[in-house]
T-cell receptor, first 112, second 113 residues
């Protein structure tokens, strides 16, 4: 039982490049979330999903897209990376709205 | 977007000392949560509080949900080296089909021997 996994762990992109971050959970959780964490700030919600095939915008969605084609996977895409997207990205999932959010180990992304 | 005010930003304490940190918000929450994050890892839930006034303990950790629903504190008693990390508060408000967490800015705790 791996919990929440994220790939890749590290990535360096040039400005304008695109990439996709993958989050996978094996707990059959309905709800999944993508956050970014920047120095001196708490985690901020980018996008979330309340079930397979659904997505919604969070607090800081601009420049990102997401897809939830399978219940266990939640993909975060950067269409055209910018230096302001340099951050650590965390995925989380939970079974119910009241349940605990379980976080993945994070992806450190640097955009030069 | 909203961020919670968490203080202190950092603490350097000696092993065995007690620690106290708190979080305040301009708006109310239904739930207060406290997380710990270690280097290279995601946050891990320590304590969840569901009712105003609630006081909950988990080992050496004690947290309270403020009466006004706009604040919470976390105490760690008799700190040990493995308490090192960043502690985040988070408030949760149920809204329709979503239940989003708003995180504090974190308290970095260093414990010296």
């Amino acid at each position: 039982n791996a919990g929440v996994t994220q790939t890749p762990k590290f990535r360096v992109l040039k400005t304008g490049q695109s990439m996709t971050l993958l989050c996978a959970q094996d707990m059959n959780h309905e709800y999944m979330y993508w956050y970014r964490q920047d120095p001196g700030m708490g985690l901020r919600l980018i996008h979330y999903s309340v079930g397979e095939g659904t997505t919604a915008k969070g607090e800081v969605p601009d420049g990102y897209n997401v897809s939830r084609l399978k219940k266990q996977n939640f993909l975060l895409g950067l269409e055209s990376a910018a230096p302001s997207q340099t951050s650590v990205y965390f995925c989380a999932s939970r079974m119910t709205l009241q349940g605990e959010q379980y976080f993945g180990p994070g992806t450190r992304l640097t955009v030069t | 977007g909203q961020q919670l005010n968490q203080s202190p930003q950092s603490m350097f304490i000696q092993e065995g000392e007690d620690v106290s940190m708190n979080c305040t918000s301009s708006s109310i929450f239904n739930t207060w949560l406290w997380y710990k994050q270690e280097p290279g890892e995601g946050p891990v839930l320590l304590i969840a509080l569901y009712k105003a006034g609630e006081l909950t303990s988990n080992g050496r950790l004690t947290a309270q949900f403020g009466i006004t629903r706009k604040d919470s504190f976390l105490n760690i008693s008799a700190s040990i080296p493995s308490d090192v990390g960043i502690y985040f508060c988070a408030g949760q408000l149920m809204t329709g089909t979503a239940s989003k967490l708003t995180f504090g800015t974190g308290t970095r705790l260093q414990v010296t021997l």
